[in-house]
Protein backbone atom coordinates (compact mmCIF):
# COMPACT_ATOMS: atom_id res chain seq x y z
CA UNK A 1 0.00 0.00 0.00
CA UNK A 2 2.71 2.12 -1.34
CA UNK A 3 1.43 6.08 -1.36
CA UNK A 4 4.36 7.41 -3.98
CA UNK A 5 6.93 4.77 -5.23
CA UNK A 6 9.93 5.25 -7.47
CA UNK A 7 11.82 3.11 -9.72
CA UNK A 8 14.65 2.41 -9.84
CA UNK A 9 15.55 2.29 -6.00
CA UNK A 10 19.46 2.69 -7.18
CA UNK A 11 20.56 3.45 -10.48
CA UNK A 12 24.58 3.62 -11.34
CA UNK A 13 25.06 4.56 -14.18
CA UNK A 14 28.08 5.93 -16.63
CA UNK A 15 28.53 9.55 -17.72
CA UNK A 16 26.87 10.28 -21.33
CA UNK A 17 24.10 7.78 -20.91
CA UNK A 18 20.51 8.11 -20.85
CA UNK A 19 18.40 7.47 -18.07
CA UNK A 20 14.82 7.52 -16.72
CA UNK A 21 13.60 7.43 -13.63
CA UNK A 22 9.24 6.10 -12.73
CA UNK A 23 7.11 7.88 -9.73
CA UNK A 24 3.74 6.54 -9.41
CA UNK A 25 1.08 7.99 -6.22
CA UNK A 26 -1.54 5.65 -5.24
CA UNK A 27 -3.08 8.68 -3.19
CA UNK A 28 -5.28 10.53 -5.65
CA UNK A 29 -3.23 13.75 -5.47
CA UNK A 30 -3.45 15.95 -8.18
CA UNK A 31 0.19 17.42 -7.57
CA UNK A 32 3.42 15.98 -8.22
CA UNK A 33 6.93 16.89 -7.64
CA UNK A 34 10.27 16.20 -8.42
CA UNK A 35 13.24 17.09 -5.72
CA UNK A 36 17.11 16.82 -5.92
CA UNK A 37 19.06 16.19 -2.67
CA UNK A 38 22.73 16.63 -3.43
CA UNK A 39 25.96 15.12 -1.52
CA UNK A 40 25.67 18.23 0.94
CA UNK A 41 21.96 16.99 1.63
CA UNK A 42 20.46 20.28 0.24
CA UNK A 43 16.79 19.17 -1.27
CA UNK A 44 15.54 21.33 -3.88
CA UNK A 45 12.56 21.66 -6.05
CA UNK A 46 13.30 20.81 -9.55
CA UNK A 47 9.68 20.60 -11.12
CA UNK A 48 5.86 20.65 -10.10
CA UNK A 49 3.11 19.16 -12.18
CA UNK A 50 -0.58 19.55 -11.30
CA UNK A 51 -3.02 17.82 -13.33
CA UNK A 52 -0.34 16.91 -15.80
CA UNK A 53 0.51 20.14 -16.34
CA UNK A 54 3.78 22.02 -15.57
CA UNK A 55 3.46 24.42 -12.86
CA UNK A 56 7.01 24.82 -11.03
CA UNK A 57 10.15 24.69 -13.75
CA UNK A 58 12.86 25.87 -11.26
CA UNK A 59 16.41 26.22 -13.08
CA UNK A 60 17.54 22.74 -14.12
CA UNK A 61 19.49 21.65 -17.16
CA UNK A 62 17.26 21.13 -20.23
CA UNK A 63 18.83 17.55 -20.21
CA UNK A 64 16.40 16.82 -17.35
CA UNK A 65 12.54 16.58 -18.74
CA UNK A 66 9.77 15.30 -16.77
CA UNK A 67 6.49 13.42 -18.42
CA UNK A 68 3.66 13.25 -16.67
CA UNK A 69 1.11 10.39 -18.87
CA UNK A 70 -1.48 11.28 -16.19
CA UNK A 71 -1.75 12.70 -12.75
CA UNK A 72 -0.67 9.49 -10.98
CA UNK A 73 2.63 9.57 -12.59
CA UNK A 74 5.56 11.71 -13.00
CA UNK A 75 8.75 10.30 -14.64
CA UNK A 76 12.11 11.85 -14.92
CA UNK A 77 14.38 11.45 -18.23
CA UNK A 78 17.89 12.81 -18.09
CA UNK A 79 19.82 12.83 -21.25
CA UNK A 80 23.77 12.91 -21.36
CA UNK A 81 24.28 12.36 -17.55
CA UNK A 82 26.84 13.72 -15.81
CA UNK A 83 29.30 13.58 -12.69
CA UNK A 84 27.47 16.29 -10.65
CA UNK A 85 23.97 14.85 -11.71
CA UNK A 86 24.49 11.68 -8.71
CA UNK A 87 22.30 12.48 -6.12
CA UNK A 88 19.30 11.50 -4.66
CA UNK A 89 16.13 12.13 -6.58
CA UNK A 90 12.82 12.38 -4.64
CA UNK A 91 9.59 12.12 -6.12
CA UNK A 92 6.16 13.96 -4.15
CA UNK A 93 2.52 14.63 -4.55
CA UNK A 94 0.35 16.74 -2.91
CA UNK A 95 -3.14 16.81 -2.77
CA UNK A 96 -3.13 19.97 -4.76
CA UNK A 97 -0.94 22.91 -5.71
CA UNK A 98 -2.11 25.06 -2.68
CA UNK A 99 0.31 24.42 -0.11
CA UNK A 100 -0.83 21.41 1.61
CA UNK A 101 1.13 18.19 2.88
CA UNK A 102 3.75 17.14 0.22
CA UNK A 103 4.62 12.93 0.68
CA UNK A 104 7.66 12.16 -0.18
CA UNK A 105 8.97 8.68 -2.61
CA UNK A 106 11.91 6.81 -1.13
CA UNK A 107 14.20 8.40 -3.37
CA UNK A 108 16.64 7.12 -6.73
CA UNK A 109 19.83 6.95 -5.72
CA UNK A 110 21.92 7.94 -8.75
CA UNK A 111 25.72 7.66 -9.28
CA UNK A 112 27.31 8.64 -12.42
CA UNK A 113 30.57 7.24 -13.01
CA UNK B 1 22.21 33.40 -0.26
CA UNK B 2 20.37 31.01 0.83
CA UNK B 3 16.27 31.06 1.71
CA UNK B 4 16.30 28.43 4.57
CA UNK B 5 19.79 28.65 7.25
CA UNK B 6 19.82 26.06 9.69
CA UNK B 7 23.05 24.80 12.04
CA UNK B 8 23.99 21.77 10.64
CA UNK B 9 24.71 19.78 13.90
CA UNK B 10 24.97 17.41 14.88
CA UNK B 11 23.57 17.86 18.22
CA UNK B 12 24.27 14.65 21.06
CA UNK B 13 21.81 14.37 23.77
CA UNK B 14 21.08 11.99 26.24
CA UNK B 15 17.89 10.16 26.55
CA UNK B 16 15.13 12.77 28.41
CA UNK B 17 16.98 15.79 27.30
CA UNK B 18 15.26 18.96 25.62
CA UNK B 19 16.77 20.04 22.91
CA UNK B 20 15.84 23.38 20.20
CA UNK B 21 16.57 23.90 17.07
CA UNK B 22 16.43 27.35 15.37
CA UNK B 23 16.55 28.18 11.26
CA UNK B 24 16.23 31.65 9.80
CA UNK B 25 14.83 32.79 6.81
CA UNK B 26 15.96 35.12 4.40
CA UNK B 27 12.82 36.35 2.40
CA UNK B 28 10.42 38.68 4.84
CA UNK B 29 7.87 37.65 2.31
CA UNK B 30 7.82 34.25 3.28
CA UNK B 31 4.32 32.93 4.33
CA UNK B 32 4.18 28.99 5.48
CA UNK B 33 6.59 27.21 7.92
CA UNK B 34 6.91 23.59 8.51
CA UNK B 35 9.46 21.42 10.24
CA UNK B 36 10.18 18.03 8.18
CA UNK B 37 12.00 15.35 9.85
CA UNK B 38 14.20 13.12 7.80
CA UNK B 39 15.31 9.65 8.67
CA UNK B 40 19.41 8.21 7.43
CA UNK B 41 19.03 7.15 3.89
CA UNK B 42 14.69 7.51 3.92
CA UNK B 43 12.54 10.25 2.53
CA UNK B 44 11.42 13.91 4.22
CA UNK B 45 7.97 13.57 6.17
CA UNK B 46 6.31 16.21 7.35
CA UNK B 47 6.37 16.80 11.56
CA UNK B 48 4.02 19.67 11.89
CA UNK B 49 3.47 22.83 10.47
CA UNK B 50 4.84 26.64 12.19
CA UNK B 51 1.87 28.81 12.91
CA UNK B 52 2.47 32.38 14.10
CA UNK B 53 1.11 31.92 17.38
CA UNK B 54 3.07 28.94 17.69
CA UNK B 55 2.05 25.25 18.28
CA UNK B 56 2.57 21.97 20.10
CA UNK B 57 1.77 18.10 19.60
CA UNK B 58 3.26 16.41 22.14
CA UNK B 59 6.59 16.76 23.08
CA UNK B 60 7.34 18.90 19.97
CA UNK B 61 6.90 22.78 20.24
CA UNK B 62 7.53 24.95 17.14
CA UNK B 63 7.62 28.60 17.11
CA UNK B 64 8.05 31.43 14.97
CA UNK B 65 9.13 34.90 15.05
CA UNK B 66 8.05 36.76 12.03
CA UNK B 67 10.49 40.24 13.50
CA UNK B 68 13.61 38.25 13.45
CA UNK B 69 12.59 35.64 10.79
CA UNK B 70 13.67 32.56 12.48
CA UNK B 71 11.82 29.66 13.65
CA UNK B 72 12.43 26.94 16.53
CA UNK B 73 11.62 23.39 17.11
CA UNK B 74 11.68 22.55 20.62
CA UNK B 75 11.91 18.82 21.68
CA UNK B 76 11.04 17.68 25.29
CA UNK B 77 12.22 14.31 26.59
CA UNK B 78 14.21 13.25 23.67
CA UNK B 79 13.56 9.25 22.80
CA UNK B 80 16.17 7.03 20.97
CA UNK B 81 13.92 7.06 18.02
CA UNK B 82 13.54 11.27 17.96
CA UNK B 83 17.35 10.72 16.12
CA UNK B 84 17.05 11.80 12.36
CA UNK B 85 17.41 15.19 10.70
CA UNK B 86 15.01 18.12 11.32
CA UNK B 87 14.44 20.12 7.83
CA UNK B 88 12.98 23.68 8.32
CA UNK B 89 10.81 24.71 5.75
CA UNK B 90 9.05 27.77 4.29
CA UNK B 91 7.32 28.53 1.39
CA UNK B 92 6.36 32.66 -0.44
CA UNK B 93 3.13 32.79 -0.33
CA UNK B 94 0.27 31.04 1.95
CA UNK B 95 -0.65 27.74 0.15
CA UNK B 96 1.94 27.73 -2.74
CA UNK B 97 3.71 24.52 -3.08
CA UNK B 98 6.89 25.49 -3.61
CA UNK B 99 8.93 24.47 -0.71
CA UNK B 100 12.08 25.55 -0.03
CA UNK B 101 14.40 23.29 2.65
CA UNK B 102 17.11 24.21 5.23
CA UNK B 103 19.97 21.55 4.97
CA UNK B 104 18.94 19.94 8.03
CA UNK B 105 19.84 19.81 11.35
CA UNK B 106 21.24 16.31 12.91
CA UNK B 107 20.12 15.17 15.91
CA UNK B 108 21.46 11.88 17.47
CA UNK B 109 19.64 10.63 20.86
CA UNK B 110 21.95 8.74 23.25
CA UNK B 111 21.15 6.18 25.64
Known amino acids: DTAVSQTPKYLVTQMGNDKSIKCEQNLGHDTMYWYKQDSKKFLKIMFS???????INETVPNRFSPKSPDKAHLNLHINSLELGDSAVYFCASSQTDRGETQYFGPGTRLLVL | RKEVEQDPGPFNVPEGATVAFNCTYSNSASQSFFWYRQDCRKEPKLLMS???SGNEDGRFTAQLNRASQYISLLIRDSKLSDSATYLC????????????FGTGTRLTVIP
Open chain 2, 50 to 52: VYS
Open chain 2, 89 to 100: VVTLQTGANNLF
Open chain 1, 49 to 55: YNNKELI
